[in-house]
């Protein structure tokens, strides 16, 4: 993969995410954004977040993500939604059932995606790559 293709696919799944909070604002009362825009550095803490912590906190957990076939993982992105909660501010979710269902919430959403966002280039006639 391109450079260029690496960010664009890295810039649509941040807006990607940055929509999928927005919309979790709307729907849930428990997530809120004081503006907009703090959905877009929320998304770009997650992601930095979800490259370098996560993986540790996976690794650590290994034991209990076993012992509850997987389900733990769920207890492990609610706590990278919680520690993003506390790290940007104008970002509020009220307790841990709330970062649970949130993050069921963007598993589901980014399950619906495919697991990412591709980038397609048209060339020319009617054929996509």
């Known amino acids: 993969m391109h450079q260029q293709d690496r960010l664009k696919t890295t810039l649509l799944q941040l807006i990607s995410t940055s929509v999928t909070l927005l919309v979790a604002d709307y729907l849930m009362d428990s997530i809120r954004f004081d503006q ?15 490259a370098f912590l996560k993986p540790l906190l996976v690794l650590l957990t290994i034991p209990a993500t076993i012992f509850t076939l997987g389900l733990f993982l769920l207890f492990i ?8 909660d506390q790290l ?5 979710i009220d307790g ?26 048209h060339s020319g006639g009617n054929e996509l790559e």
């Open 77 to 84: 992105n609610a706590a990278i939604l919680m520690i993003a």
């Open 96 to 121: 841990l059932w709330a970062a649970i269902l949130l993050a069921i919430f963007i598993s589901l959403v980014n399950g619906l995606l495919g697991g990412n966002v591709k980038v397609m280039k």
């Open 36 to 50: 907009p825009w703090v959905a877009i550095v929320t998304a770009i803490v997650l992601a930095l977040l979800n």
């Open 88 to 92: 940007v501010d104008g970002f509020v």
